[in-house]
């Protein structure tokens, strides 16, 4: 039998990233980010100068190309057709076409392969939108994560001023993450939900030590 699994969900911003890296770390589990695999096919596609809605090219990309998530501390790297994208995926292009690609069906279709394998072993914490409905359906432990458009665009503002990045109002990165959460919920296939059996987590007023906390203690009462 595998080793256990955590499935991460929930909306973009909702601290998904921070939480599940730290989870992972506390209990010494592999970190699997999904959105990262959705990103790196998406900085492929626009990289290669296919339109983002030639479906069968980019089925034929996704196909052929080889995703490696590397361990590395903190911040695991990205790395597609021995590209390292790790920065490049964070880029605002990409994250405006990421949803385009991932409502296609061939594209979740192999990432999701690539997933499953990547997790057959357990001992992983996964993030994404579909980890407890679709990818691991039969995860021990399940957490919807989520927290206000607001907040999430208020966490979002402070990270981009951090990283000296003024440009951009709270108004826009709200009408941003809105946007993605819509196309996200309403897709045809995996939309974001939140399985039946995941417990949810509203952060709005919570750290992110309180989080991880409980994060821990429900896993210690699971397994
Ligand atoms: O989590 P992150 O914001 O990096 O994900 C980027 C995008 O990838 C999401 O907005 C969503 O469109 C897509 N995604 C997905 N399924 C996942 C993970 C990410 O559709 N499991």
Not at 15 to 31: D, F, H, P
Not at 161 to 172: L, N, P
Not at 201 to 212: E, K, R
Request: charge should be negative; aromatic fraction near 4%.
């Amino acid at each position: 039998h595998r080793q256990p699994i955590i499935a991460i969900d929930g909306p973009a911003g909702a601290g998904k990233s921070t939480v599940t890296r730290q989870i992972a770390e506390a209990l010494g589990l592999l970190y699997l980010d999904t959105g990262a695999m959705y990103r790196a096919v998406t900085w492929l596609v626009l990289q290669s100068g296919i339109e983002i809605d030639d479906q069968p090219a980019i089925a034929e990309i996704v196909s052929q190309c080889q995703i490696e998530l590397i361990p590395d501390g903190e911040q695991p790297r990205t790395v597609i057709n021995s590209q390292d994208v790790t920065e490049a995926i964070r880029s605002l292009e990409v994250t405006a076409n990421v949803s385009a690609i991932a409502s296609q069906g061939a594209v979740r279709q192999a990432l999701v392969k690539k997933q499953q394998a990547f997790g057959r072993q357990g001992g992983i914490v996964a993030e994404g939108r579909d980890i407890g409905t679709t990818v691991f359906p039969d995860a021990e432990l399940k957490i919807f994560l989520t927290a206000s458009v607001q907040e999430r665009a208020k966490r979002r503002l402070l990270e981009l001023h951090a990283k000296g990045q003024t440009d951009i109002t709270q108004e826009q990165l709200e009408q941003d993450i809105a946007q993605r959460d819509h196309l996200d919920s309403n897709r045809a296939i995996s939309p974001l939900r939140k399985a039946v059996d995941a417990v949810e987590i509203q952060t709005d007023n919570l750290t992110i030590d309180d989080v991880i906390q409980r994060a821990v203690s429900l896993y210690r009462e699971t397994i």
